[in-house]
């Protein structure tokens, strides 16, 4: 049976199409890799406008430094005594920031100062994430390596998703207004009382009080300004002076997609989110007692965008969850740890209702 011209020229159309498939595909995931990259540019630019104006800074390109500071990781080829390599790093970056910020004029205010070195650190994470992008483009095109391209395509909307996040936590930072990743000392700061005699130490706030019959030692980073406080350094000298029998740690935690927002879990544990490090090194002292562990449930981007109502509400639930462990509990002492960044959250919240949520309906605190 002859072919008809139509016959012709749709095999034609169909074998370029599959020449042509490739270099459209490529094309597509390169527009949309590029439109991404300039998007996260735009971010970039905003987060630096807001270090400057948060540290009163007239000239941009004087941040540029603190944006490219880096922490190069230990050596792991021999792994004894890896853990207390990165706490020492850690600590010598954390002490380099602090001196580098110290030299704005608006570094003088303590609680300023904790929210320009947070705000660097967020816009340095969100540069982080462009240099990442940038990168992989520029391989995949100099290589023509189609997998880079679509390996970058198909986790395109979750990176961009936390980049979006880090902009609303700097914004959120800047304004001193709590974020999600606020709920561990929110919650915490819930049994703190005006009245109580406050110790602070190592960028934390530390109460020891009688509550339900008990000993009870709180410790959270201390607020308003946004901290994460230097827990190893706190507990370790808490520890050295008071005994407690029991341990319960608080803390947001990632959500799974379809877990409600401001859920919340009890379990066995530390509850701590980071690097790891100062996870392994609060191990080993807490886990000396029995350790329990309370979660508030959120998705990545609320912990880092401004805290919502469910968060709030969740730890009310959290709090209430805590005064019943204390309730059952036949410790004579039990020690909160409240982790988490305390932005916008004072030291004492003895109204919950007054804290500065994100409103649902029409998205402004």
Request: charged content about 30%; hydrophobic content about 45%.
């Amino acid at each position: 049976m002859p072919f008809s011209i139509l016959d012709i020229l749709g095999m034609a159309a169909f074998i370029i199409l599959i020449i042509l498939l490739p270099a459209i595909v490529r094309m597509r995931i390169f527009s949309a890799i590029e439109s991404a990259i300039a998007e996260l540019e735009d971010m970039e630019g905003d987060a630096m406008k807001i270090v400057a104006e948060v540290a009163d800074v007239e000239d941009i390109r004087t941040l540029e430094d603190y944006l490219e500071f880096f922490i190069i990781p230990p050596s792991d080829i021999d792994p004894s005594g890896l853990a207390d390599k990165y706490r020492k790093l850690l600590e010598m970056g954390d002490m380099r920031l602090r001196e580098l910020v110290d030299r704005f004029p608006t570094a003088a205010d303590t609680e300023r100062r904790a929210n320009i070195i947070m705000c660097i650190r967020v816009a340095a994470g969100m540069r982080g994430i462009l240099k990442f992008l940038r990168h992989n483009l520029e391989i995949a095109r100099k290589t023509g390596n189609l997998q880079i391209l679509v390996a970058l395509q198909m986790n395109l909307a979750l990176i961009m998703r936390t980049a979006r996040a880090y902009m609303d936590g700097c914004r959120a930072i800047s304004r001193f207004l709590p974020i999600g990743d606020g709920a561990g000392p929110l919650t915490a700061g819930m049994l703190i009382e005006k009245g109580d005699q406050r110790e602070y130490l190592h960028e934390m706030v530390y109460v020891k009080k009688r509550f339900m019959g008990k000993d009870v030692g709180i410790l959270r980073p201390r607020g308003p300004g946004s901290r994460l406080g230097m827990m190893i350094k706190a507990m370790e000298e808490i520890f050295s002076r008071d005994d407690f029998d029991e341990i319960i740690m608080v803390d947001a935690a990632a959500k799974l997609e379809g877990e409600k927002t401001g859920a919340v879990a009890c379990g066995m544990g530390v509850a701590i989110g980071g690097s790891g490090v100062e996870k392994w090194f609060i191990e080993n002292m807490a886990l000396e007692r029995r350790t329990h562990s309370i979660i508030i449930k959120m998705s990545p981007e609320e912990a880092m965008g401004q805290m919502t109502e469910e968060v709030l509400g969740g730890c009310r639930v959290a709090l209430e969850q805590i005064k019943g462990i204390i309730s059952e509990s036949d410790a004579d002492s039990i020690l909160l740890v409240g982790a988490g960044n305390s932005s916008g959250i004072p030291d004492s919240v003895e109204k919950p209702g007054e804290v500065r949520v994100k409103k649902e309906d029409n998205g402004r605190d």
